[in-house]
C-alpha cells in the first residue's frame, strides 16, 4: 500500500484516520519515549555509578519526569537578545516533528503499523535527516557561538554517519528484496550463511544510529564540558522539551528500527499465553526495543567521548569501507547461494 | 481534476523563480540554490510525463533519480569551490570573484 | 473539490511560497531554510504522482544532504554572507523582465500541445520496477552517473583541501 489511499473516495474517513493515529504515536513517544526515557536513563546511570538516582517524587522516584516536565511548562519561555525569533522557534518543532514521523513505517505487532509503505526503510532515513537542518538552524538562531559550534559540528556528524546506516539498511534490503519493514519482519530469520554479514550490519547500524542520536560516546553537538550544552545551550522550557522529546523519540525510533531489521521485529522465540498473535507480537517488540534502548544507555554511561577528529575518521575510515565490503559478500553470496 | 497542465505551469513557475534567483544573487552559494529550484523544476516535469504521456519503463523517474545524483555532485564540488574561492578571496560574490579580468 | 485537487494546491503554494522566499529572502540562512518546505513540496507532488520512491530520494538527498551542505557553507562563511551585505546585483529589472517571458513562452508552449493520452497504464507502482529501468535499459546511464560521482567526489576533496 502506498500512500494513494489517501487519495480515495473517503477521503475524509482516512484524514481522521491518520490524524487519530498521529495522536496515538505522538501519546506513546511522549510517554513510553520522552518521559520513561529519561527516567530510565536517570536510574540506569545511577545504578552504573552505584549511586540511588531520583527517588522523593511518587514511589522510587517513577513521577520524577512528570514533574519535572510540569516544572518546564510553568516556566517563561526566553529568546535571546538579537536572535533568529521565526528560525529559533521553528528549529525544535522541525525536530520534535522528524522524530514523530519516523514512527509512521515501525511495525508494533501483525497488522499494527501506522502505513506499511513501499519504500518504507528509505522514508525512515529521509525523515530522520530532517533532524540535522533543525539542530544546524536551532544552533545558528541561537546566535550564540557555542550553539553554532554545536550545530555546525552535529551537521558534519549527522550527514557522515547516514552513510554507514544507508548501507546497513541497503544490506536488508538486499537480503529480503524488499523496502517496506512489514515484509523485512516477515522474511526473517535469515538464512544461517548470512549471520556474518548481517551481524556486522547490525553493528555498524548500532554504532551509526548511536552517531545519529548524538549520544555518548558520539555526543560532541552538546559537549557540556567545551559547548555549555552545544545547540540547545539557549532554550527554555517548552523548546527544549522539544528537543528532549525529539531525541529521545529519535532513540527509540532507532532501536524499533534496529529491532525490525535485525531483531525479527515482532516475533518472538516463543509464543506467550493467553495474548493472541497481536498481543504477542506487541510485547516481543517492546520488550527487544527497550533492550536495545538499554544497551544504549549502558554503553553511554560506560564509555568516554570521541575527539571530533576520530569520530569524523571512524565514519569513513572503518564504517564506510567495512559496510561496502560487507554489501558486496553479501549481494555475492545471494546471488551464489540462489 | 489535476491534470499534466497544471504540473507544467507550476513548474515552469518554480524554473522562472529559480532562474530570477541565479541573475540576480550576488551570493555564490544563493545562486547554486538557484539552480536547484530549477533542476526541480525540470525532475517535476519529467515525473509529470512519466505519468500522464509515458508510463513505459517510468523512464521519467529514472531521469528524475539521475538528474539527483548528479544535483548531489554538483553541490559538492560547487561548494568545494566556493570554500576554496572564500579562503583565497574572503568573498564568495560572484562579482567581486574577477582575479583575471585585466 | 476532490483530495487530489486540494492536496496539489496545498504542495504547489508550499513550493512557490518557499520558492519566492529563495530567491527574495535578503538573509541567506532564511533563503536556505525556505529550500527545507520548497523540495518538500516537491517529494509531495512526487507522492501525487506516484512516484514514491523518487520523493523518498527526494527529501534523502535534497532536503538531508544538499540543503544541510549549503546550510553548513553559508555558515562557514558567514563573513561574507552577513546581513549587511548588498544579496542582489543591479541585474533585478532585466532579470524580471526575462523571466517573465520565459515563462509566459514557455505557457504559450505548454497550454497549445495537444498532450495525447498516456501510452499505457502506469505499471503497478514498486520501487523494483526502478532498479529494473536501471539495469536494463539504462545501464549506460546508470554507469556514466557513478563515474560522475566519483569524478565529482575526487574533484571536490581535492579542491576543498587545505594546501600544506
Not at chain 1, 532554550?235 to 532513540?251: D, H, I, K, N, V
Request: with cysteine.
Amino acid at each position: 500500500m502506498g500512500l494513494g489511499g489517501l487519495l480515495s473516495a473517503v477521503w475524509q474517513v482516512e484524514l481522521v484516520r491518520m490524524v487519530v493515529l498521529a495522536a496515538v504515536v505522538f501519546t506513546f513517544l511522549a510517554v513510553g519515549g520522552a518521559l520513561f526515557l529519561v527516567l530510565a536513563e536517570r536510574k540506569i546511570s545511577a545504578w552504573i555509578q552505584a549511586r540511588v538516582g531520583p527517588k522523593h517524587v511518587g514511589p522510587h522516584g517513577l513521577l520524577q519526569t512528570v514533574a519535572d516536565t510540569l516544572k518546564l511548562l510553568y516556566k517563561e519561555n526566553i529568546v535571546p537578545h538579537r536572535a533568529d525569533r521565526v528560525l529559533f522557534s521553528i528549529a525544535p518543532i522541525l525536530v520534535a516533528v522528524a522524530a514523530l514521523l519516523d514512527w509512521v513505517v515501525i511495525p508494533f505487532a501483525p497488522g499494527w503499523v501506522v502505513r506499511d509503505l513501499n519504500v518504507g526503510i528509505l522514508y525512515f532515513a529521509a525523515v530522520s535527516s530532517l533532524t540535522v537542518i533543525g539542530i544546524l538552524t536551532g544552533g545558528w538562531a541561537s546566535n550564540n557561538k557555542y550553539s553554532l559550534l554545536g550545530g555546525l559540528r552535529s551537521a558534519a556528524q549527522m550527514v557522515s554517519y547516514e552513510l554507514p546506516l544507508a548501507f546497513s539498511l541497503l544490506l536488508v534490503a538486499t537480503l529480503t528484496g524488499t523496502l517496506s519493514t512489514v515484509r523485512i519482519v516477515e522474511a526473517q530469520p535469515y538464512p544461517a550463511y548470512l549471520y556474518p554479514s548481517v551481524a556486522v550490519a547490525a553493528v555498524v547500524f548500532l554504532v551509526a544510529a548511536t552517531a545519529e542520536a548524538n549520544r555518548i560516546p558520539f555526543d560532541l553537538p552538546e559537549a557540556e564540558a567545551e559547548l555549555v550544552a552545544g545547540y540547545f545551550s539557549e532554550y527554555t522550557p517548552m523548546r527544549f522539551a522539544l528537543f528532549q522529546l525529539g531525541e529521545y523519540g529519535s532513540l527509540l525510533a532507532s532501536s524499533a528500527l534496529f529491532t525490525t531489521l535485525f531483531l525479527g521485529g515482532w516475533k518472538g522465540p516463543f509464543p506467550l499465553p493467553w495474548l493472541g498473535p497481536v498481543g504477542n507480537g506487541l510485547v516481543w517488540f517492546l520488550l527487544k526495543t527497550y533492550a536495545v534502548v538499554f544497551f544504549l544507555m549502558w554503553v553511554r554511561w560506560t564509555y568516554p567521548r570521541f575527539r571530533i577528529d576520530q569520530l569524523l575518521g571512524l565514519s569513513w575510515k572503518v564504517l564506510l569501507p567495512v559496510s561496502m565490503m560487507n554489501l558486496l559478500v553479501a549481494g555475492w553470496l545471494v546471488v551464489v547461494v540462489r | 481534476m489535476i491534470g499534466l497542465p497544471h504540473y507544467l505551469v507550476l513548474s515552469s513557475l518554480l524554473f522562472g523563480m529559480g532562474l530570477f534567483g541565479v541573475l540576480t544573487r550576488r551570493n555564490a552559494v544563493a545562486i547554486l540554490m538557484g539552480i536547484e529550484l530549477m533542476l526541480n523544476a525540470a525532475n517535476l516535469n519529467f515525473v509529470a510525463f512519466t505519468k500522464f504521456v509515458d508510463p513505459t519503463f517510468v523512464r521519467g523517474h529514472v531521469a528524475a533519480l539521475v538528474i539527483i545524483t548528479l544535483a548531489a555532485c554538483e553541490a559538492a564540488v560547487g561548494l568545494a569551490l566556493i570554500i576554496n574561492a572564500y579562503r583565497h578571496l574572503e568573498t564568495v560574490n560572484v562579482d567581486q570573484v574577477n582575479l583575471l579580468k585585466g | 473539490m476532490n483530495a487530489e485537487a486540494l492536496a496539489f494546491c496545498a504542495l504547489a503554494a508550499m513550493v512557490l511560497v518557499g520558492g519566492a522566499l529563495v530567491v527574495y529572502s535578503r538573509n541567506l540562512v532564511h533563503a536556505a531554510v525556505s529550500l527545507v518546505p520548497t523540495l518538500l513540496g516537491v517529494a509531495g507532488l512526487y507522492v501525487l504522482l506516484h512516484a514514491e520512491f523518487v520523493a523518498a530520494i527526494q527529501i534523502l538527498i535534497y532536503v538531508g544532504a544538499i540543503t544541510v551542505l549549503i546550510l553548513f557553507v553559508i555558515l562557514l562563511t558567514e563573513g561574507a554572507t552577513g546581513l549587511r551585505v548588498r544579496q542582489r546585483n543591479e541585474q533585478v529589472p532585466l532579470a524580471l523582465g526575462v523571466c517573465g517571458a520565459l515563462v509566459a513562452l514557455l505557457w504559450v508552449v505548454l497550454l497549445r500541445v495537444p498532450w495525447g493520452p498516456a501510452a499505457g497504464p502506469l505499471p503497478p507502482y514498486n520501487p523494483g520496477a526502478v532498479g529494473r529501468s536501471f539495469l536494463m535499459p539504462y545501464v549506460l546511464a546508470f554507469e556514466v552517473t557513478s563515474l560522475v560521482i566519483l569524478a565529482s567526489l575526487v574533484g571536490a576533496i581535492v579542491i576543498a583541501r587545505r594546501e600544506e
